[in-house]
């Protein structure tokens, strides 16, 4: 092994406080400072030429988890705490490679930290009762910069993990990339730390995620504190997930309660309203029969007139029978036949600019039903394509027939009935008008919902209604801007 003997070398080797020696690849001493000599009260002949362990422990032996005889085998460097009297030493050694990487020797260097553990146990018992208060919190507490530095056990439950994954990270890697206003969470977060660090408390709604992705809301207070002259932010993380989850099924039920009186309230009007419609489709009924026969012959349009006051009749008789609960007889109903008088009815408001198309694969289809409902179903489908259209003009197609649907078709059916893969009979409206927004899908078979200025929001409810009645099954696409297709299935005559 070169020597090592230059002015500059002696210089800073023995101006060192740190104890340091140079072995052999043996282990045998072969340089020490100043430092080492001064710590142990001994003359350099005292250590050159002997083993470390025969210096310092007075031994003939290593001392258990000795970092010389790791680093002899790991050729990387080792160390450990080792108390030597009164003293506590961090004890490095590092071996030092030729060009080929064979150990030539070692190089031994030995820190005194007495009073560092020292200093650390006195901030340990200190600590304790903070510690304990830390953790007891209810809500999540952090010690934080521009990232996590310590955190308490409340915190580690509300983001379903460990301790040791918070921290180290910074908040905007427990936040969605958004927070519910729009804001970056990264950026938002980043301004209002410098506005506490500035000494201005916060106190603000935080959407956090947990591990797993979910999401926490949170209310988050920001606060300055000083520990050893440097400034920290403690945050107080209080978890209202649970609370606003028991709002919104507060609200749910609230807005139930309310429809519920609605209904109510449209179960004691609507037999009123019904009479006097009644009464109003009789007199017009014996107006009609006072005209003569023969200009019924001359003009079909009276007969057209009286027979469509006749299914407004029956109509009504069919709302009362709903009103009061009583069950209405299923009976045949030819499906395109049904359809086609729909079409003529529609032909007063449907505009010059849409065009009405009825495909069919069937020249009859027949099931078993409610012919009323059936009429509901188609007319309110029909009504709800004219108005998508618009002024901007178009096409409704509608088709009819019968096909088997599977399982995996009908788990897609948004009516609240059980149905079963079999053959269908099925009617499709389709239009390109302006479609729907996904949140509007949403609410699509809500009483009272409607987009329209004018419009009640019961049209699609009795849509629903209509199909559950026959046991059947509904589906919807829709794209904005493009058009929707509503797909209505009914069990097939047997």
């Known amino acids: 092994m070169k020597e090592l003997k230059s002015d500059l070398y002696e210089v800073f080797f023995n101006a060192s406080n740190d104890l340091m020696l140079f072995l052999s690849k043996e282990g045998v001493v072969l340089e020490c400072n100043k430092a080492f000599l001064s710590m142990f009260n001994l003359k350099k002949e005292d250590v050159i030429g002997k083993r470390c362990f025969e210096v310092v422990h007075k031994t003939g032996f290593h001392v258990e988890g000795c970092p010389l005889l790791k680093a002899q085998g790991s050729r990387k460097r080792e160390e450990m705490e080792m108390i030597v009297g009164d003293r506590v030493f961090r004890v490095t050694v590092d071996p030092i490679l030729d060009n080929e990487g064979n150990i030539e020797g070692f190089a031994h260097l030995a820190t005194d930290i007495t009073n560092y553990k020292s200093l650390i146990k006195s901030l340990e018992d200190s600590e304790s009762k903070f510690r304990e208060l830390f953790n007891a919190s209810k809500d999540g507490q952090i010690i934080m910069r521009e990232i996590f530095l310590d955190t308490n056990d409340r915190m580690a439950e509300i983001f379903k993990c460990n301790k040791s994954d918070i921290i180290g990270k910074r908040p905007a890697d427990f936040s969605p990339l958004y927070q519910p206003d729009g804001s970056s969470s990264f950026e938002k977060s980043n301004t209002l730390i410098n506005m506490a660090l500035s000494g201005v408390e916060q106190e603000f709604y935080w959407q956090h995620i947990d591990k797993d992705g979910n999401p926490v809301d949170a209310i988050v207070h920001l606060k300055k504190i000083t520990i050893n002259n440097s ?59 006072l005209i003569n026969r023969e200009e019924f012959l001359r003009d079909p ?194």
């Open 231 to 289: 400034s920290y932010l403690l945050a107080t993380v209080r978890d209202i997930s649970e609370q606003l989850f028991y709002e919104k099924v507060k609200k749910t039920l609230d807005d139930k309660v309310n429809l519920l009186e609605r209904a109510e309230s449209m179960q004691n009007i609507v037999p009123g309203v019904i009479h006097d419609l009644n009464n109003a489709i009789t007199t017009t009924m014996g107006l009609l029969d």
């Open 301 to 494: 349009m009276f007969i057209q007139l009286k027979n469509s006051m006749e299914k407004i009749r029956r109509f009504s008789d069919s709302i009362i029978n709903i009103v009061n609960g009583r069950l209405e007889r299923p009976q045949e109903v030819e499906i395109n036949g049904l359809i086609d008088e729909i079409i003529r009815w529609l032909k007063p408001k449907q505009r010059e600019n849409i065009k009405i198309m009825f495909n069919r694969t069937e020249k009859r289809i027949v099931i078993s039903g409610y012919p009323l409902r059936i009429q509901q179903i188609v007319m309110n489908l029909l009504l709800n394509s004219i108005e998508a259209i618009g002024n901007r003009g178009g096409e409704i197609i509608i088709q009819t027939g019968r096909r088997f649907y599977s399982k995996a078709e009908i788990s897609n059916n948004l009516a609240s009935t059980n149905i079963v893969e079999d053959e269908y009979v099925y009617i499709v409206v389709e239009d390109n008008g302006c479609g729907m927004s996904k949140q509007t899908m949403s609410k699509l078979f809500e009483p009272f919902f409607t987009t329209k200025s004018y419009g009640k929001g019961l049209g699609m409810l009795s849509v629903k209604n209509a199909v559950e009645i026959h046991n059947g099954g509904i589906f919807v696409e829709s794209v904005e801007q493009k058009g929707t297709r509503f797909e209505v299935i009914l069990p097939r005559f047997k």
